[in-house]
């Protein structure tokens, strides 16, 4: 781990990137309230003086904010148009407000796509989002899905930041378990597999998708899912035949961030997996309730394997790369 000479005054360096925080606008509070006690997990609780207190007791310069959940039913279209439109101005408002605090993933009304097009095409272009948000999957239906390609030819236009947040998957959840615990890091793990498997991230190299949670089971199990590479139906209209190895690169394409996940056996796998600057800083707050991330932000801080200069880069440098209006942001107090 990276530390200061003993005996000298540590510097003062840059606070964290936290590209996984979430917001919870005060009219969606309710939903959000019930939609956790729905599933057995602390109800978070959120504003924007809270947060930023948050992040001073953590060390996080600025946090880029996401709502990541479900806008409307499946069918409810023009309801989910509007719910984007409301998140997505409500955030630019933050984010104009305190540019060094705050950055915007911007929610997109998936599976409508042509609403997902336009919402998209407002936020990057008249909000300045530092990128978008969706769910790994859309009422069931998985990212690969060839209805979503004039999505990731545009986002691929234009260079996009992608927050790829898990939801639950399709089916009962595991019993006795909350989804976001076992579920979700599953339901990530099956959208980057969907992805991969319809050459997504091969055609689309522009774009950068981010998988929370360290990618789910990705980086554990990578050289597994890539035997899909030898199997009759390993290749796609979209996907021509790859190697396993090929499949194992394109499924380096994904950036992760360290959400729930510095913990002794995650980060080894997902540092062994992982290209060096594609790791970022993620703590998930307010739906990880503080007290509970701290404990990975120390285990993040004290891994003994770090070399040198790479906490750095986790903690803030491959963000800055990622997204260069942050490297402008407040610098923090505690020695990273």
Known sequence: ???????????????????????????????????????????????????????????????????????????????????ARGVNEYTAELVKNRPDRFGHFAALPLPDVDGALA?????????????????????????????FEPLWAELDARAAVVLVHPTAPPG????????????FPSDTTRAALHLTMRGVPRRYPRMRMILPHAGGFLPYAAHRFALAARLPNGETPDAPRRTPEDFVADLRRFY??????????????????AAPERVLYG????????????????ALDEYPHWEPGRLHAVNRGNAEL???????????????
């Open 322 to 336: 990622l997204m260069p209006r942050l490297s402008t942001a407040a610098a923090g107090t505690r020695d990273l």
């Open 283 to 298: 703590s998930d707050f307010p739906m990880l309730p503080e007290d509970w991330g701290t404990g990975f932000d120390t």
């Open 1 to 83: 781990m990276e530390r200061a000479n003993p005996g000298h005054a540590s510097p003062v360096r840059p606070g964290r990137i936290d590209v996984h925080q979430h917001l919870i606008p005060p009219d969606l509070a309710r939903a959000v309230t019930g939609r956790a006690a729905a599933v057995g997990w602390p109800a978070p609780a959120w504003d924007e003086r809270s947060a930023i207190a948050m992040m001073d007791r953590r060390s996080i310069a600025t946090g880029v904010l996401s709502y990541a959940a479900p806008l409307a039913g499946p069918d409810d279209l023009a309801a989910a148009r509007e719910v």
């Open 172 to 183: 009962a959840p595991v019993p006795e378990v909350p989804p976001p615990l076992a579920d």
């Open 119 to 147: 919402e998209a095409a407002h936020a990057l272009d008249e909000l300045h989002t530092d990128g978008v948000v969706v769910l790994s999957n859309v009422h069931g239906r998985y990212l690969g899905d060839p209805a």
């Open 256 to 273: 992760f961030d360290t959400a729930i996940s510095a913990a002794p056996a995650t980060l080894p796998s997902l540092l062994a997996f």
